[in-house]
């Protein structure tokens, strides 16, 4: 069974940094697949946050998030980072990765990835 791991959030002051793991569980991430970060805040509607390739040569930011935000990933360990700094109460969210084949899709378009993540909260406090 195909499943991705998360991490677990946690609660931050504003300004502050915290980074979320995302390991693949019964395949194998990296040259395989692309993972993204996407998040939801209460009310809202999921946003594309952060996109790393299969073979981690190309990212993707959502704009709100540029400059502060870094995705990154582990191959030997087979995990997938989202580091976030100087972080904002807006940023407070369910964090959710989620993986689909080789390349990064629109983060319009969450409907393009095929395994998601349990999600990890995080609460940015003022």
């Known amino acids: 069974q195909l499943r991705l791991v998360q991490s677990e959030g946690g609660q931050v002051q504003d300004g502050g940094s915290l980074t979320l793991a995302c390991a693949g569980s019964?395949?194998?991430?990296?040259?395989?697949?692309?993972i993204a970060w996407f998040r939801q805040a209460l009310g809202k509607g999921q946003e594309g946050v952060a996109c790393?390739?299969?073979?981690?040569?190309?990212?993707q930011y959502g704009d709100s998030v540029k400059g502060r935000f870094t995705v990154f990933r582990d191959g030997s360990e087979n995990m997938v980072y989202l580091q976030m700094s100087n972080l904002k109460p807006e940023d407070s969210a369910t964090y959710f990765c989620a993986a689909r084949h080789d390349r990064c899709s629109d983060l319009l378009r969450p409907s393009e990835y095929d395994v998601w993540g349990h999600g990890a909260q995080v609460t940015v406090a003022s």
């Open positions: 790393i390739n299969s073979v981690g040569t190309a990212t």
């Open positions: 019964g395949f194998i991430l990296a040259g395989y697949y692309a």
